[in-house]
């Protein structure tokens, strides 16, 4: 920074400024006369993060890229280009900088310390009211860029979550489909073999009754303990081995699957020749494993839909926003979906504790979504990566259907409980959140003439949101 000569033509350029229109020419002047002429070299800083703001910057010449450090990479926040005002403004609470402002070119300002800003109150209320305009709109338009932010960040966490969703049963379908691919090109052969045995109409009856009771009856089998199936197959193996049978290693780990014992073998062998057993084995071992793969593929093409259902309830993707009779439920439910990649990811023990009798309320599903996303969002951030437990509630209250999230963390320390549904306040470090999560809660309940309140203490902490019925 270089301070200079103050020149003649410097009350022409504020008039230049569509901001000091019907300010006076002596309100101008006492501002010239009361600031520091400056000149700031191309790619230096005009401002740094943590610098303390004490000064009003009137930018007559040139302009400045403002960038912000985010996990160790810059990002650009906007440009400023004369004519511009920046710095601490009359009546604001900036303390310091928040980020670094570097010069695009030779810049030109005028510096006016904060200590002159009672003085200005009581020489222009005009200058001064021109002045308070650039900070509303600044914090109108900062605001703006915060919740932009949020919605931003609230998308990746839901995108990355739902990738990961997603991927699981894409990956199955086509694993499964593969396999089945191998596996029919084998069908014709052992079909072939089956046929050629020419065993008798009753007895192919008596196998498909069979195979066809097992296909139904096996989902409904209680699941075998390791030891339980390891005697399974070893029994199934022997007897498999006693009567001739080929290819036994990949029959025992299919028969085992579907739950098969040495009495449906023998049920089998009765009706058909022994040298007809092999081949029919085998044939009935083909359609459990396509049986498998199919049902396989069927789990996660219906997962991959139920996911998309989700996402259509959680975006009301199908509606007009509007007031309407809305089942919380389902919201809590697809927002549920859509973080339980974060809820895997950290090992959290997920507990709904959810009412029968809940009515509907009216309200907009979508911004419901957002309350439920940024309470649930916030609780999860809270927890450790082991032994986080989090709990959501629904019960009805009077004339008021209430949801609390609950969860172990560490709570939220009593000093600034008052303060977290403020605006921009956040406990976490830079780049990590905007602090307009619990705004938008708070303005979304408002909205709905609803309420939220917050018990907090080390191991159980619990935000409230109640919305009146009618």
Same mark, same amino acid.
């Given at each position: 920074m270089k301070k200079i000569e103050k020149t003649p033509d410097l009350l022409d350029q504020l008039r230049a400024f569509d901001l000091f229109e019907g300010v006076e020419d002596e309100a101008l002047q006492w501002l010239i006369d009361r600031s520091d002429y400056?000149?700031?070299?191309?790619?230096?800083?005009?401002?740094?993060?943590?610098?303390?703001?004490?000064?009003?910057?009137?930018?007559?010449? =040139? =302009?400045?890229?403002?960038?912000?450090?985010?996990k160790g990479r810059k990002q650009e926040l906007g440009m400023w280009k004369a004519p511009a005002v920046g710095g601490v403004l009359p009546f604001s609470r900036m303390k310091d900088t928040q980020a670094d402002g570097v010069c695009l070119e030779?810049?030109?300002?005028?510096?006016?310390?904060? =200590?002159?800003?009672?003085?200005?109150?009581?020489? #222009?209320?005009?200058?001064?009211?021109? %002045?308070?305009?650039?900070?509303?709109?600044?914090?109108?338009?900062?605001?703006?860029?915060?919740?932009?932010?949020?919605?931003?960040?609230?998308?990746?966490?839901? #995108?990355? =979550?739902?990738?990961?969703?997603?991927?699981?049963?894409?990956s199955a379908m086509v694993r499964s489909s593969r396999e089945l691919h191998r596996h029919l090109v084998q069908t014709p052969e052992r079909f072939k073999a089956a046929i050629t045995m020419?065993?008798?109409? #009753?007895?192919?009856?008596? $196998?498909?009754? $069979? %195979?066809?009771?097992?296909?139904?009856?096996?989902p409904d089998e209680p699941e075998l303990g390791l030891m339980e199936r390891e005697e399974r197959s070893d029994d199934i193996n022997d007897w498999l081995a006693d009567h001739g049978v080929a290819e036994i290693a990949t029959l025992v780990d299919t028969f085992a699957d579907w739950h098969f014992t040495v009495e449906h073998l023998d049920r089998i062998a009765e009706v058909i020749p022994r040298e007809a057993l092999s081949p029919v084995l085998q044939w009935i071992e083909t359609n459990l494993t396509t049986e498998s793969l199919v049902t396989e593929i069927q789990a996660a093409s219906n997962r991959i839909a139920e996911l998309v259902q989700s996402i259509k309830v959680y975006s009301h993707m199908d509606q007009e926003p509007s007031l309407e009779p809305v089942d919380i439920h389902e919201g809590i439910r697809s927002t549920v979906t859509m973080l339980n990649h974060v809820l895997k990811k950290k090992n959290i023990t997920l507990q709904k504790k959810l009412a029968q009798d809940i009515p509907p309320v009216k309200a907009l599903a979508g911004e419901l979504n957002q309350v439920w996303t940024n309470l649930l969002s916030n609780a999860i951030d809270a927890l450790p990566q082991s032994g986080g437990r989090l709990v959501i509630r629904t019960f009805h209250e009077r004339d008021c259907v209430c949801v609390e999230v609950e969860d172990n963390g560490p709570g939220i320390p009593e000093d600034i409980q008052s303060r977290i549904f403020e605006p921009f306040f956040t406990t976490k470090g830079i780049g990590e959140g905007t602090g307009m999560g619990l705004d938008i809660v708070r303005r979304v309940i408002d909205h709905h003439n609803g309420s939220v309140s917050l018990s907090s203490k080390p191991g159980c902490t619990v935000f409230k949101v109640c919305f009146p019925v009618q």
């Open positions: 400056v000149m700031y070299p191309k790619d230096t800083p005009i401002f740094q993060a943590g610098q303390k703001a004490d000064h009003m910057q009137v930018l007559l010449r =040139g =302009g400045y890229v403002v960038r912000r450090e985010n030779d810049t030109y300002v005028l510096l006016l310390h904060r =200590g002159c800003f009672v003085e200005m109150v009581n020489i #222009s209320y005009e200058l001064t009211q021109a %002045l308070v305009t650039v900070m509303t709109n600044r914090v109108r338009d900062f605001q703006q860029m915060r919740l932009m932010d949020e919605k931003l960040m609230a998308l990746g966490k839901m #995108s990355a =979550g739902l990738a990961h969703e997603l991927n699981n049963p894409a020419r065993v008798e109409e #009753s007895a192919v009856d008596r $196998i498909n009754e $069979i %195979l066809f009771e097992r296909v139904a009856a096996a």
